[in-house]
């Protein structure tokens, strides 16, 4: 492959990655986004419902204190569904994080895997060193053998 191939497949591959990362980042940002718009629309309800409380309390003058409490009802049924809606939003944001937590923790496993296979393995340098020590004890005999039939052919 040449250099011109290489370049263009590492190049596509960088740019699948920044991609990728920036849907993640812009999703994140997305969903952070809806956490605070539902955090802003129940801090509204708590404020519409402490001032109908109030006036409920202080029994001050209203003119229809069956719309009041219809009120009140309403106001605490909008809570619970937006307070629901929070709680999905904030367990999506938990679950993403817990992925993004995860998919981190794949890659450095993989990269330890790969440093570990890059890395011979101890059990193959023992058998390695084994072989080699007796290959190199047989070569030392067949050296001395060679030696002493050359000396006993020097002096005969």
Do not use: C
């Not at 991609?19 to 519409?48: C, G, H, P």
């Not at 219809?70 to 049924?77: F, G, V």
């Not at 059990?123 to 001395?144: C, G």
């Amino acid at each position: 492959m040449s250099k011109w191939d290489d370049f263009k497949k590492s190049f596509g591959e960088f740019a699948d990655k920044a991609a990728a990362k920036t849907r993640e980042l812009s999703d994140t940002a997305s969903l952070k986004i809806k956490i605070a718009n539902k955090e802003a629309q129940r801090d509204t309800e708590y404020k519409v419902l402490g001032k109908l409380a109030y006036t409920k309390l202080k029994n001050l003058e209203v003119e229809d204190p069956e719309a009041l409490t219809a009120r009140l009802s309403e106001t605490l049924e909008k809570l619970d569904v937006i307070n629901a809606e929070l709680a999905e939003l904030k367990a999506e944001d938990e679950a993403r994080k817990a992925a993004r937590e995860a998919e981190k923790m794949a890659r450095e496993a993989k990269k330890a895997q790969e440093q570990n296979d890059d890395e011979p393995d101890e059990e193959l340098n023992t058998a390695v060193m084994t072989e080699f020590n007796e290959a190199r004890k047989h070569a030392d005999t067949e050296y001395d053998k060679a030696k002493k039939a050359a000396e006993d052919a020097a002096e005969q």
